[in-house]
């Protein structure tokens, strides 16, 4: 049972060390967070998660990690400086500012005033400086998706890899976006990551690929313990539809704040290749793209055999990173009623994914013996490179037990003093909590196989 409100996954994500407000101590900045020692061990297993099964369980994709900074050309070529725009309202009374999609009635919704403006375009982009004089003529944007230098680096690839359709780039990394309205926690922000694979194939296959893609997508979610009910697809139609999309379903997951878009999986034709693309003329490119000027690329792939040239047309996976830790805790976010009528918090993470492994916790925090068994057996299992391995002297066993619950680890090894006699020691399930005495010559094995 997922979460049943967005408060009480703020509330643990504070409390525990996942997510704090970025520039907390300065009354922060809106729509900008970060992640804390938990949070980023998080993030980092979905990153890593998405990356093996991107890029090295397949063999048709490859990786990339490109500059933030981006040309200002790129953003106008690609078409985000004329279209890459939200509709803004003002409230003329309280001088707020909303998306004039997101209002629910014709009235503002913070005083109430019918007096607002006709929505007018607000570009998204953010806009900074490039050396050391700002005289407004030398700038680069923020990049608004990480896809663009896929795109431009397309040739790149090819020419240093000599890859044949059909064939994936993929990328992780921080996109940014002067949302109007940045709200629901890191739902909607204004600075955060993206997974994004662009898929080429050949134009006449995209239609079969975009299917495939979708079902692929569908599956990895479930594998990082996202309920499948939990998700609907929607159809993105008509004037919804991004410029340059010519088909887009959206995996669309139960947040507690409401159903709302995880992941889009776009069909892009040719239109970014296309677009970045000089002599367009020549090869015959299906998309409605501004004549190329600037450019010196053509990207585009080259048949040796039949000697001709196609672009290749674009299916693209994007996922919110954000997006995607919020979805997993509120899949894993349980409140249990015990037996003896108490209540416990556990987050049932699939192991890949918590943020610490295994918790060893000496039974007596000033028991030498105990204390420098339980450093060893930290250390031995931190060599098997299954993550973090967290050891923990506070002495209160209960105390731990709990607080290993509430974020997520799967195992905790106590070590007391039957362990000085016999070498075993006592490992607790989270999610059962079951315990059962294992054998230090054991235990490797046994935490690698309920852990990875
Ligand atoms: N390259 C295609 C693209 O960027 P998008 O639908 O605008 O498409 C893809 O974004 C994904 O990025 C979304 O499904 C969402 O998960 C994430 N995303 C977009 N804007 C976001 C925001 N302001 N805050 C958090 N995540 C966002």
Sequence with gaps: ????????LVALC????FIFQASEIYGGLQGIYDYGPLGVE?????????????????DDVEGLDSAILTNQKVLLYSGHEATFSDPLVDCRDCK???RADHLESDQCPKCGSSNLTEPRPFNLMFKTAIGPVDDGSSFAYLRPETAQSIFTNFKNVLDSTSRKLPFGIAQIGKSFRNEITPRNFIFRVREFEQMELEFFVEPGEDEDWHDRWIQERMS???????????????????????????ATVDLMYRFPHGLEELEGIANRTDFDLGSHTKNQADLSISADVEENRDSNTRLAYHD???NTWTVPYVIEPSAGVDR???AVLNEAYTIERLENGSERTVLKLKPHLAPIKVAVLPLKRNHDEIVETSRRIKQDLQRLGLGRILFENTGNIGKGYRRHDEIGTPLAVTVDFETLEDQTVTVRDRDTMAQERVHLEELSAFVTERVR
Excluded: F, T
């Design 304 to 306: 040796q055999q039949a």
């Design 42 to 58: 998080l993030k980092n297993n979905l990153k890593n998660a998405w990356w093996r099964a991107m890029v090295y369980e397949r």
């Design 220 to 246: 990895w979610w479930s594998e990082q313990g996202v309920n499948e009910n939990n998700i609907e697809l929607l159809h993105v139609e008509g004037d919804e539809l991004a410029h340059y999309s010519k």
């Design 96 to 98: 707020s500012r909303w």
């Design 14 to 17: 504070k409390r525990r060390g």
């Design 324 to 326: 995607g830790v919020l």
């Design 1 to 8: 049972m997922p979460a049943q409100s967005m408060e009480e």
